[in-house]
């Protein structure tokens, strides 16, 4: 007696499951690279301006209505300017990647609170506030990632 087993996976199973479970093999240290810019180069574009312009980011956290206005303006450029870079560099990675989640999750509640806005102001605010959200979960994976081998970590 002869048993043949038929397999009951499709092709299009098949190629999904090997993409599901695909690691990018000698490609995840450049691809965690690529997300470390990715993650932070808004960070870095609108902080370095806040450095430039002090005075006028002070004015502004006044009013938004950010507490110790001042403290705020000190805070967003050191997150956004040398601490971005840091990312990048991969250095210091997950204990930083903690800090720009709550960071990030801190400027959607200050920044971006829609729930209190009418008109104009209550779009675009709200959009900024899930982008908040969605940039807080990228740092989230990378904390658990940490920044891969292409990093002053290397890990």
Known sequence: MCITFK?????NELI???LRYFD????RSLLLLIAR?????L????????????SGT???????????????AIIAIIMEVPAAILIVLGFFTRPLAVIFIFYTLGTAVIGHHYWDMTGDALLPNMINFWKNISIA???????????????????
């Open 137 to 155: 979960g990228a740092f989230l994976l990378l904390a658990i990632t940490g920044p891969g081998a292409i990093s002053l970590d290397r890990r």
């Open 43 to 54: 960070f870095i574009l609108f902080g370095y301006p806040k450095l430039l312009g002090f």
């Open 58 to 72: 002070v004015q502004y956290m006044a009013s938004s209505g950010a507490p110790m206005p001042t403290l705020a």
């Open 37 to 41: 810019i990715a993650v932070v180069v």
């Open 7 to 11: 397999s009951h996976v499709s092709h």
């Open 24 to 27: 990018f093999g000698s490609s």
């Open 16 to 18: 999904m499951n090997t």
